[in-house]
């Protein structure tokens, strides 16, 4: 029997990595969900909707849960989402780095261009 919990020595590996078009970098894991250190009543960090992290970890219809690393957790940065399906016999977790949110504090920053 394996024991399944990252440690610095042994860290998990996804068995697949990509970066989508949006700026999402998707990290599908065969794991229990117990291993990983998620809060299904945060939200994730970046910019995001329900529908675009179903989209991302290739979940479809109902069942899906949404959730957010507690702490970094195997070099995936703390506010990472967890998406995964509520089924045990199906123990696939998608770790979702979004993309930043942010808007400029000043309008005309927006606008400003500079010469390099």
């Known amino acids: 029997m394996s024991n399944l919990t990252p440690s610095p020595l042994r860290p998990v590996h996804p068995f697949i990595e990509a970066t989508l078009p949006n700026g999402m970098r998707v990290s599908y894991y065969v794991m229990p969900l117990a291993s990983i250190p998620c809060d299904f ?4 960090d970046g910019r995001w909707t329900y529908e675009s992290l179903c989209e991302a970890a290739r979940f479809t219809g109902c069942g899906v849960a949404v959730g957010a690393l507690k702490h970094a957790f195997n ?3 703390e506010g990472s989402a967890v998406v995964t399906l509520n089924a045990e016999t199906r123990p696939y977790v998608a770790i979702i780095e979004c993309p930043i949110a ?3 504090a000043d309008p005309s920053a927006e606008r400003a261009t500079t010469a390099a």
């Open 41 to 44: 009543f945060a939200d994730p």
């Open 75 to 77: 070099g995936h940065p």
């Open 102 to 104: 942010y808007e400029c």
